[in-house]
């Protein structure tokens, strides 16, 4: 008790004074506020009548509510639902593939006795300091391997990147025991038994991490569809979203759906303000749900990949 | 002659020897070279190749073949044509200007407003209200640009938005042509990137500070050192090492620029282009729109290459500072 009492004193007189406390707590209030009412913003624009907002511009609180933006991406929802399954497809095989090709190569580079460790260490390293650049990149894929409007072309660049195969590099040198790996050897285990038996169960928490990196990293990818998909290819959910600022009749499927559309609803224009909105609030969506989860994951892969040469 | 037998008879042991070795090497690590060949491949093809493939810069290419491949091979060597080129229009003084100046003060206030949120949320009284702050701030990293971009349009639409419709008039100022006047650009794009990225650099300073033994404070107290004395005097230098690392990985980039925040944010409006041009718009742009292969590869190509140099020399310096934190 008397110590739970004198560290509490302790901690007491280490801690700011009462005002600065107030102070501070008033400042994180107000940038907390700043980083969720821009969304906020989208989100009361989408609940809106068109009409309203055409006259009196983008309010957070709609003066006349409306569900008509959604409504109309509802009567249209193939583009949106293969969207989303694109980039479901993406993000999902994606990641599994590149965890496991950069998990294979991580570990002989980390493996003290593999004598090639220093070339092959250096293949990886060498292309964080130094690439191509766009132009040989682009023609790479799209004139040498012939792979515009493919799914492939939106997953292969981010199979191998060298700074998730260094973290996990240092994963295995650092929280695998070599006895473990020599115990298994005299117990005749083969090299592909220890690294998928001992070694992988092991590393849960870096493949974790590297995993979530990666899953980020292809959710929010427009770049590669910017590249390489045209008009008639597959939209992920971005790059949907990204057509749609630019252009809202990209929300339509085709021109045709849009044309009947028309014809079926002759009073019928477009809510293309808050239809863009909708949009995006549907294409945000399971990042704000899923963020709360796998934030803190994100921190400790982050505090835990300290990189090391 | 005894001497050039016995130099005869002695590699063959050698090799004899090697060979058994290599048998069981083989046996043992073959499976390495197995398990590393899928990235490999992928490295070969998405780096090595476009890598190799840079120096089309220095070719003019001609599309005589149908098969690209060959129009390369073909193309002819013009030397440093394309990049004389490049270097006689502004564009090139303008795009690197804008490329290392934003980058310069994205990075400054990366360090002072990160190290300052650190501090702050470290001094707060309540642990898990700074945690909850902490988890709100974090939340714009996780968005795409293209989020960003509808986030920043719904700002500064010139009809619609609220900077035109309810801020500015709030300051009886007029509105303003936000994507055809360059000069506010100046300021939006540092706000857009600290916004989206700073939640990312307080994870490392807090995860630094908080690292800090408790004892060095308590004595300080002891001795009367105010506050800010403490900052100043343990808390600072003790995360030193961690901000010199952060920044300097940041200064190895500084010849790249964030695509998303250039393209998306500004949403490519070419009247912006005075002050949102980068090196990597500009190298997007050319190649890909305008269809300037010469141009733009030249480009690419003196982007690669200084900032290759720039990143080998902040390495060097980080070696000096924490040799555990070099990248090399």
């Known amino acids: 008790m008397a110590t739970i009492a004198s560290k509490k004193k302790v901690d007491d007189a280490l801690a700011i004074s009462r005002s600065s406390n107030f102070a501070i707590n008033i400042f994180f209030w107000i940038y907390s506020a700043l980083c969720i009412i821009p969304i906020l913003l989208l989100l009361g624009v989408s609940f809106s009548d068109e009409k309203q907002v055409l006259i009196n511009g983008y309010k957070f609180w709609p003066e006349k509510f409306s569900v008509e933006a959604y409504n109309f991406l509802v009567k249209d929802w193939r583009p949106v639902v293969e969207s989303y399954g694109y980039s479901i497809f993406v993000t999902v095989i994606g990641t599994i593939i590149a965890v496991a090709i950069m998990s294979m190569y991580a570990y002989p580079i980390s493996r003290r006795d593999f004598k090639h460790r220093g070339i092959f260490s250096f293949i990886m390293f060498f292309t964080i300091l130094f690439n191509g650049g766009l132009v040989p990149f682009y023609l790479m894929y799209s004139n040498i391997l012939g792979m515009k409007d493919n799914l492939l072309v939106l997953m292969i660049p981010l199979f191998a990147q060298a700074f998730f195969i260094l973290v996990i590099r240092t994963f295995f040198m650092n929280s695998i025991p070599t006895e473990l790996l020599e115990s298994a050897k005299i117990d005749g285990a083969g090299e592909l038994r220890t690294f998928f038996g001992i070694v992988l169960p092991l590393s849960l928490p870096v493949l974790a991490s590297v995993g979530l990196l990666t899953t980020l990293g292809y959710w929010n990818d427009w770049f590669l569809s910017l590249l390489f998909i045209t008009d008639d290819g597959p939209h992920t959910i971005q790059f949907r979203m990204y057509e749609a600022l630019l252009d809202i009749q990209y929300l339509s499927s085709n021109s045709t759906a849009y044309s009947e559309i028309i014809k079926a609803n002759p009073g019928f224009s477009m809510p293309s303000e808050t239809a863009r909105m909708a949009m995006a609030i549907v294409g945000v969506g399971p990042i704000i749900f899923a963020y709360p989860f796998f934030q803190r994951y994100f921190i400790a892969g982050l505090t835990v990949g300290a990189v090391k040469g | ?328």
């Open chain 2, 1 to 328: 002659m005894e001497q050039a037998t016995e130099a005869v008879v002695q590699p063959k042991k050698a090799l004899k020897k090697d060979k058994t070795l290599n048998i069981g090497y083989w046996k043992k690590y073959g499976v390495f070279y197995l398990m590393m060949a899928p990235a490999l491949i992928v490295l070969i093809i998405n780096n090595y190749i476009p890598m190799v493939g840079s120096i089309i810069a220095f070719k003019k290419i001609t599309y005589e073949s149908r098969s690209f491949l060959e129009n390369f091979i073909n193309g002819k060597w013009v030397g440093f044509d394309n990049f004389d080129y490049l270097f006689k229009t502004s564009d090139a003084w303008r795009i690197t200007r804008n490329t290392v100046v934003y980058n310069a003060v994205f990075i400054a206030l990366n360090v002072i407003v990160g190290v300052a949120i650190a501090l702050m949320f470290n001094q707060m009284r309540n642990k898990r209200l700074a945690k909850f702050h902490q988890s709100v701030m974090f939340l714009p990293f996780f968005l795409s640009w293209i989020i960003i971009a509808y986030l920043v349009y719904a700002f500064l639409n010139p009809q619609l938005g609220m900077m035109n419709k309810e801020i500015l008039p709030l300051f009886g100022a007029g509105e303003v042509e936000w994507y055809s006047d360059p000069k506010w650009w100046t300021i939006i794009l540092p706000i857009v990137n600290v916004w989206k990225n700073i939640g990312y650099y307080v994870v490392f300073y807090l995860a630094a500070i908080i690292g800090i033994d408790k004892e060095y404070y308590e004595a300080a107290t002891i001795d009367g050192a105010s506050k800010w004395r403490q900052i100043r005097s343990i808390t600072l230098p003790l995360i030193r090492p961690v901000i010199i690392v952060l920044t300097l990985l940041q200064i190895g980039k500084i010849f790249y620029a964030d695509f998303g925040l250039f393209f998306q944010v500004t949403r490519n409006a070419g009247m912006l282009y005075d002050t949102t041009l980068v090196i990597d718009t500009y190298v997007y742009q050319g190649f890909l729109v305008t269809g300037n292969l010469g141009l733009s590869s030249a480009a690419g190509f003196y982007q690669a290459i200084v900032g290759f140099v720039i990143i080998i020399i902040a390495n060097l310096i980080v070696r000096r500072v924490s040799k555990d934190d070099a990248l090399f």
